[in-house]
T-cell receptor
Framework: KQEVTQIPAALSVPEGENLVLNCSFT??????LQWFRQDPGKGLTSLLL?????REQTSGRLNASLDKSSGRSTLYIAASQPGDSATYLC????????????FGGGTRLMVKP | DGGITQSPKYLFRKEGQNVTLSCEQN?????MYWYRQDPGQGLRLIYY???????QKGDIAEGYSVSREKKESFPLTVTSAQKNPTAFYLC?????????????FGEGSWLTVV
């Protein structure tokens, strides 16, 4: 059974810092890996999607990497801003199941002005 | 605007009562999903449907039921058999089973047992 773990569970940084969020998964047979943002009491917004054949994806100040063989992904946020404060979730799509996702528990990020 | 609408935002259930959460999408997506989120935790899949009139159990389907009579709608019923229903419920949709399609989420519904 696929298990997804995110470390740390919570992170507090001063504005302007570069930071890395970590995600690990136990079964390397995945379709893709996605990073989501969730604001308190809200739904999820997809940030980046990395196909199983890709190594990384970039969008603005965000960069996500994927190492399938080691079962790891990182989300790098450059020059963090208070507006980045949210919970970040990673999820892996199960092999042959399209967008059926197994989620990690999330990292709650607070960026202080 | 295109998107996913969940209602109600807040719902209270008495012991032994069935309640239904609504999910409507106007994105013309084939696949729809229901997830449950407990405080401080990730999401767990309850049910999913890849086409009208067909749906499959996810990881935690016990105590829940769904229907998919229309492409746009995927209501979730939380039955009295679900012993711990208090949670945040999220509906989602995507275009198809392909590996590169983004999944879109609704704003969620809070269910509390009173």
């Amino acid at each position: 059974k696929q298990e997804v773990t995110q470390i740390p569970a919570a992170l507090s940084v001063p504005e302007g810092e570069n930071l890395v969020l970590n995600c690990s998964f136990t079964d390397s047979a995945i379709y893709n890996l996605q990073w989501f943002r969730q604001d308190p009491g809200k739904g999820l917004t997809s940030l980046l999607l990395i196909q199983s054949s890709q190594r990384e994806q970039t969008s603005g100040r965000l960069n996500a990497s994927l190492d399938k063989s080691s079962g790891r992904s990182t989300l790098y946020i450059a020059a963090s801003q208070p507006g980045d404060s949210a919970t970040y979730l990673c999820a892996v799509a199960r092999n042959n199941a399209g967008n059926m996702l197994t989620f990690g528990g999330g990292t709650r990020l607070m960026v202080k002005p | 605007d295109g998107g996913i609408t969940q209602s109600p935002k807040y719902l209270f259930r008495k012991e032994g009562q069935n309640v239904t959460l609504s999910c409507e999408q106007n994105l013309n997506h084939d696949a729809m999903y229901w997830y449950r989120q407990d405080p401080g935790q990730g999401l767990r899949l309850i049910y999913y449907s890849q086409i009208v009139n067909d749906f499959q159990k996810g990881d935690i389907a016990e105590g829940y039921s769904v229907s998919r009579e229309k492409k746009e709608s995927f209501p979730l019923t939380v039955t009295s058999a679900q012993k711990n229903p208090t949670a945040f419920y999220l509906c989602a949709s995507s275009t198809d089973r392909g590996s590169g399609n983004t999944i879109y989420f609704g704003e969620g519904s809070w269910l509390t047992v009173v």
